[in-house]
Protein backbone atom coordinates (compact mmCIF):
# COMPACT_ATOMS: atom_id res chain seq x y z
CA UNK A 1 0.00 0.00 0.00
CA UNK A 2 0.97 3.80 -0.25
CA UNK A 3 3.87 4.97 2.47
CA UNK A 4 4.37 8.27 3.35
CA UNK A 5 7.42 9.48 5.11
CA UNK A 6 7.76 12.73 6.28
CA UNK A 7 10.56 15.23 7.35
CA UNK A 8 12.00 16.86 9.55
CA UNK A 9 9.68 15.26 12.67
CA UNK A 10 10.22 18.39 14.40
CA UNK A 11 11.53 22.14 13.63
CA UNK A 12 11.74 25.31 15.38
CA UNK A 13 11.68 28.61 13.85
CA UNK A 14 11.82 32.54 14.42
CA UNK A 15 8.65 34.10 14.11
CA UNK A 16 8.86 35.86 10.42
CA UNK A 17 11.33 32.94 9.17
CA UNK A 18 9.80 30.54 6.62
CA UNK A 19 8.94 26.54 7.67
CA UNK A 20 9.73 23.91 5.26
CA UNK A 21 8.59 20.40 5.46
CA UNK A 22 9.07 17.60 2.95
CA UNK A 23 7.01 14.52 2.42
CA UNK A 24 7.90 11.26 0.05
CA UNK A 25 5.37 8.74 -1.01
CA UNK A 26 5.69 5.31 -2.57
CA UNK A 27 2.32 5.08 -5.11
CA UNK A 28 2.87 6.74 -8.04
CA UNK A 29 -0.72 6.26 -8.76
CA UNK A 30 -1.62 8.82 -5.99
CA UNK A 31 -2.37 12.18 -7.23
CA UNK A 32 -4.46 13.86 -4.33
CA UNK A 33 -1.93 15.24 -1.94
CA UNK A 34 -3.82 17.00 1.14
CA UNK A 35 -2.17 18.89 3.96
CA UNK A 36 -3.53 18.83 7.65
CA UNK A 37 -2.49 21.36 10.94
CA UNK A 38 -3.49 19.59 14.25
CA UNK A 39 -3.48 21.81 17.65
CA UNK A 40 -3.05 20.10 20.72
CA UNK A 41 -6.21 18.31 21.36
CA UNK A 42 -8.15 19.21 18.06
CA UNK A 43 -8.99 17.40 15.18
CA UNK A 44 -6.99 17.55 12.04
CA UNK A 45 -8.01 20.30 9.47
CA UNK A 46 -7.15 20.77 6.01
CA UNK A 47 -5.02 23.73 5.30
CA UNK A 48 -4.15 23.35 1.78
CA UNK A 49 -4.02 20.37 -0.84
CA UNK A 50 -2.95 19.60 -4.22
CA UNK A 51 -3.62 17.70 -7.17
CA UNK A 52 -1.03 15.91 -9.57
CA UNK A 53 -1.88 18.05 -12.40
CA UNK A 54 -0.48 21.13 -11.45
CA UNK A 55 3.26 21.47 -9.56
CA UNK A 56 2.25 24.52 -6.92
CA UNK A 57 -0.50 25.95 -5.46
CA UNK A 58 -0.30 29.00 -3.21
CA UNK A 59 -2.87 30.59 -0.08
CA UNK A 60 -1.74 33.71 0.98
CA UNK A 61 1.49 32.33 3.58
CA UNK A 62 0.77 28.46 2.73
CA UNK A 63 2.18 26.76 -0.32
CA UNK A 64 2.38 23.35 -1.48
CA UNK A 65 4.94 22.05 -4.50
CA UNK A 66 4.94 18.46 -5.62
CA UNK A 67 7.07 16.69 -8.09
CA UNK A 68 5.64 13.54 -9.10
CA UNK A 69 8.49 12.33 -11.35
CA UNK A 70 10.33 12.09 -7.94
CA UNK A 71 7.23 11.71 -5.74
CA UNK A 72 7.84 14.26 -3.23
CA UNK A 73 5.34 17.10 -2.12
CA UNK A 74 6.42 20.33 0.21
CA UNK A 75 4.38 22.21 2.57
CA UNK A 76 5.72 26.31 2.78
CA UNK A 77 4.98 28.52 5.64
CA UNK A 78 6.47 32.19 5.22
CA UNK A 79 6.61 35.22 7.75
CA UNK A 80 5.63 32.38 10.63
CA UNK A 81 3.78 33.11 13.72
CA UNK A 82 3.11 31.97 17.41
CA UNK A 83 -0.51 30.50 16.08
CA UNK A 84 1.45 28.44 13.09
CA UNK A 85 2.67 25.96 16.20
CA UNK A 86 1.04 22.59 16.03
CA UNK A 87 1.49 19.32 14.43
CA UNK A 88 1.22 19.12 10.33
CA UNK A 89 0.76 15.79 8.47
CA UNK A 90 0.69 15.06 4.80
CA UNK A 91 -1.32 12.36 2.97
CA UNK A 92 -1.58 11.12 0.02
CA UNK A 93 -4.53 9.07 -1.38
CA UNK A 94 -4.05 5.48 -2.34
CA UNK A 95 -5.17 3.84 -5.52
CA UNK A 96 -5.76 0.20 -4.51
CA UNK A 97 -9.68 0.61 -4.58
CA UNK A 98 -9.99 1.86 -1.33
CA UNK A 99 -10.49 5.50 -1.81
CA UNK A 100 -8.35 5.84 1.35
CA UNK A 101 -5.97 8.55 2.37
CA UNK A 102 -1.81 7.75 4.04
CA UNK A 103 -1.06 9.68 6.12
CA UNK A 104 2.58 10.92 7.33
CA UNK A 105 3.51 10.71 10.87
CA UNK A 106 3.50 14.16 11.25
CA UNK A 107 5.87 16.87 11.94
CA UNK A 108 6.30 19.53 15.05
CA UNK A 109 6.19 22.77 14.19
CA UNK A 110 7.48 25.51 17.09
CA UNK A 111 7.26 28.88 16.43
CA UNK A 112 9.65 30.75 18.18
CA UNK A 113 8.36 34.46 19.74
CA UNK B 1 -23.86 24.64 9.38
CA UNK B 2 -22.53 22.18 11.86
CA UNK B 3 -19.59 20.34 10.93
CA UNK B 4 -18.68 16.62 11.94
CA UNK B 5 -19.63 15.22 14.99
CA UNK B 6 -18.52 12.73 17.40
CA UNK B 7 -19.84 11.11 20.36
CA UNK B 8 -18.57 10.27 22.78
CA UNK B 9 -15.55 12.82 22.94
CA UNK B 10 -13.85 11.06 26.06
CA UNK B 11 -14.41 6.81 27.27
CA UNK B 12 -12.65 4.57 29.45
CA UNK B 13 -13.00 0.91 28.86
CA UNK B 14 -11.27 -2.22 30.53
CA UNK B 15 -9.59 -4.65 27.95
CA UNK B 16 -12.04 -6.96 27.27
CA UNK B 17 -15.09 -4.69 26.33
CA UNK B 18 -16.75 -3.45 23.41
CA UNK B 19 -17.37 0.13 22.64
CA UNK B 20 -19.28 1.93 20.11
CA UNK B 21 -18.72 5.37 18.80
CA UNK B 22 -20.87 7.65 16.74
CA UNK B 23 -20.24 9.75 14.11
CA UNK B 24 -22.72 12.61 12.26
CA UNK B 25 -21.40 13.66 8.83
CA UNK B 26 -21.46 17.23 7.05
CA UNK B 27 -25.52 18.11 6.25
CA UNK B 28 -25.26 16.98 2.44
CA UNK B 29 -22.53 14.31 2.43
CA UNK B 30 -22.64 10.91 2.16
CA UNK B 31 -19.27 9.75 2.55
CA UNK B 32 -18.12 8.59 5.94
CA UNK B 33 -14.42 7.45 6.94
CA UNK B 34 -12.79 6.27 10.22
CA UNK B 35 -9.49 6.83 11.14
CA UNK B 36 -7.41 5.81 14.36
CA UNK B 37 -5.11 8.16 15.76
CA UNK B 38 -2.19 6.36 17.93
CA UNK B 39 -0.86 9.16 20.57
CA UNK B 40 2.02 11.25 17.92
CA UNK B 41 1.31 9.06 14.82
CA UNK B 42 -0.54 10.05 12.12
CA UNK B 43 -4.43 8.98 11.32
CA UNK B 44 -4.57 5.43 10.25
CA UNK B 45 -7.14 4.57 7.87
CA UNK B 46 -9.85 2.10 8.97
CA UNK B 47 -12.98 2.02 7.14
CA UNK B 48 -15.03 4.34 4.17
CA UNK B 49 -19.01 3.74 3.80
CA UNK B 50 -20.57 5.95 1.24
CA UNK B 51 -24.25 5.31 0.33
CA UNK B 52 -24.67 2.69 3.04
CA UNK B 53 -22.11 0.49 1.70
CA UNK B 54 -18.52 -0.32 2.72
CA UNK B 55 -16.27 1.05 0.17
CA UNK B 56 -12.63 0.34 1.73
CA UNK B 57 -10.93 -1.58 4.95
CA UNK B 58 -7.97 -0.54 6.04
CA UNK B 59 -5.57 -3.31 7.93
CA UNK B 60 -7.50 -3.65 11.10
CA UNK B 61 -8.65 -6.72 12.81
CA UNK B 62 -11.57 -8.29 12.26
CA UNK B 63 -12.66 -7.21 15.97
CA UNK B 64 -13.56 -3.51 14.43
CA UNK B 65 -16.61 -3.18 12.68
CA UNK B 66 -18.84 -0.41 11.34
CA UNK B 67 -21.84 0.41 9.58
CA UNK B 68 -23.52 3.40 8.06
CA UNK B 69 -27.41 4.43 8.40
CA UNK B 70 -29.79 5.76 6.18
CA UNK B 71 -29.48 9.06 7.01
CA UNK B 72 -25.59 9.20 7.09
CA UNK B 73 -24.57 8.52 10.53
CA UNK B 74 -22.08 6.44 10.74
CA UNK B 75 -21.02 3.43 13.65
CA UNK B 76 -17.84 2.47 14.54
CA UNK B 77 -18.08 -0.88 17.01
CA UNK B 78 -14.54 -2.47 18.26
CA UNK B 79 -14.66 -5.76 20.49
CA UNK B 80 -12.55 -7.43 22.68
CA UNK B 81 -10.52 -4.03 23.54
CA UNK B 82 -7.06 -4.50 23.91
CA UNK B 83 -4.63 -1.56 25.24
CA UNK B 84 -3.49 -1.19 21.98
CA UNK B 85 -7.28 0.31 20.62
CA UNK B 86 -6.46 3.40 23.38
CA UNK B 87 -6.42 6.00 20.35
CA UNK B 88 -8.17 9.20 19.06
CA UNK B 89 -10.97 7.64 16.58
CA UNK B 90 -11.29 10.09 14.00
CA UNK B 91 -14.32 9.71 11.84
CA UNK B 92 -14.45 12.23 8.34
CA UNK B 93 -16.96 13.00 5.84
CA UNK B 94 -16.84 14.08 2.19
CA UNK B 95 -19.71 14.94 -0.62
CA UNK B 96 -17.93 12.82 -2.62
CA UNK B 97 -16.43 8.95 -1.92
CA UNK B 98 -13.35 9.32 -3.37
CA UNK B 99 -10.91 11.63 -1.90
CA UNK B 100 -9.62 12.70 -5.31
CA UNK B 101 -12.05 14.38 -5.77
CA UNK B 102 -13.36 15.47 -2.07
CA UNK B 103 -11.94 17.07 0.97
CA UNK B 104 -11.94 14.91 4.30
CA UNK B 105 -13.72 17.27 6.81
CA UNK B 106 -12.86 15.83 10.40
CA UNK B 107 -14.77 15.74 13.64
CA UNK B 108 -12.83 16.13 17.13
CA UNK B 109 -12.73 12.73 17.56
CA UNK B 110 -13.48 10.51 20.35
CA UNK B 111 -10.81 9.55 23.00
CA UNK B 112 -10.55 5.80 24.21
CA UNK B 113 -8.56 4.58 26.71
CA UNK B 114 -8.42 1.27 27.59
CA UNK B 115 -7.27 0.21 31.26
Known amino acids: GENVEQHPSTLSVQEGDSAVIKCTYS??????FPWYKQELGKRPQLIID?????GEKKDQRIAVTLNKTAKHFSLHITETQPEDSAVYFCAASSAEGNNRLAFGKGNQVVVIP | DAGVTQSPTHLIKTRGQHVTLRCSPI?????VSWYQQVLGQGPQFIFQ???????GRGNFPDRFSARQFPNYSSELNVNALLLGDSALYLCASSSQPDPNTGELFFGEGSRLTVL
Open chain 2, 27 to 31: SGHKS
Open chain 1, 50 to 54: IRSNV
Open chain 1, 27 to 32: DSASNY
Open chain 2, 49 to 55: YYEKEER
